[in-house]
């Protein structure tokens, strides 16, 4: 008997922000836990999308092969040639200057193809029409901001265009930046996967918002001064948390608690953020 072949079937977005120094992969899937199988990322070198009856050693194969120098293109050409089951494959790349490739093999299952532009690479398989792949690239190429944000609102264009024809299950985002992650000791900015889900991309959106809650930086400009006034009501919420005694050490013992240590630096100044989550829990 013949092996079943189990089909990635999904849409996906690779792509970097060049001058932020990030790259990403972003895709949404009738599959479990997409985000398993599809984005690989790794920071000046590039980022990978592999999909369809997906080859998962395109993803480490093809980070080596773009950290010794090949284009989007030439990591296309040299994985796909080298796979005797390339016809059903699908796959994306972003290279570390922004070129890129999507290759889709010709027994993918309708609606299946890409679209490529300075910084992306878009593609999908057993999609409702073409209309899901140019919403992906359409919205990347109209868009500005935070390279999470905008893979974001690619997947919910995307959807919102037909996205997969069987329907929704799980979804999955990564981002990348040099040192760019936890305590500056990570390169992984934002790596969030919903596995099994009615509705995988409002789920995500929920994850992410907690994850910059938790994680994300407002500007030094936008923090406030802790005045007399400030240090006397930080004192008296965290009194009735339970965080009593010298204020920095309180403040940074309920911070460090509740999770929201990346966002606290002495207590001179604070982070709206930070203030308003201690306001909501007293």
Not at 18 to 26: F, H, I, N, P, T
Not at 77 to 90: K, N, P, W
Request: include cysteine.
């Amino acid at each position: 008997m013949a092996k079943p072949v189990v089909v990635v079937a999904t849409y996906s977005i690779a792509a970097c922000d060049l001058e932020a120094g990030q790259w990403g992969v972003a895709t949404q899937s009738k599959f479990l836990a997409v985000g398993s199988v599809v984005p690989w990322a790794e920071p000046r070198v590039g980022a990978i999308a592999t999909q369809a009856y997906a080859n998962p050693r395109y993803g480490s194969e093809g980070l080596a092969l773009l950290r010794e120098g090949l284009t989007a293109e030439q990591v296309v050409d040299r994985l796909t040639s080298a796979d005797e089951g390339r016809d059903h494959r699908q796959l994306g790349v972003v290279d570390e200057e922004g070129r890129s490739a999507s290759f889709t093999g010709e027994e993918c299952l309708d609606w299946a193809g890409g679209r490529t532009g300075p910084c992306y690479a878009a593609q999908g398989n057993i999609l409702v029409s073409a209309a899901t792949v140019d919403a992906l690239a359409e919205r990347f190429e109209g868009s500005s901001g935070a390279l999470a944000d905008r893979l974001l609102d690619c997947l919910d264009a995307a959807q919102a265009a037909g996205g997969d024809r069987r329907g929704q299950q799980s979804a999955a985002i990564l981002v990348v930046e040099k040192d760019g992650g936890y305590a500056k000791l990570s390169d992984v900015v934002v790596e969030l996967r919903v596995e099994d889900h009615e509705r995988p991309l409002e789920e995500l959106r929920r994850l992410y918002r907690l994850h910059e809650a938790l994680f994300g930086e407002t500007p030094r400009e936008e923090w406030l001064t802790v005045d007399e006034s400030l240090a006397d009501e930080l004192r008296a919420r965290l009194a009735k948390l339970g965080y009593e005694g010298d204020l920095e050490d309180a403040f940074n013992r309920w911070a460090g608690n509740v999770n929201l240590e990346e966002r606290v630096d002495g207590v001179a100044e604070i982070d709206p953020v930070v203030l308003e989550e201690l306001r909501e829990l007293s």
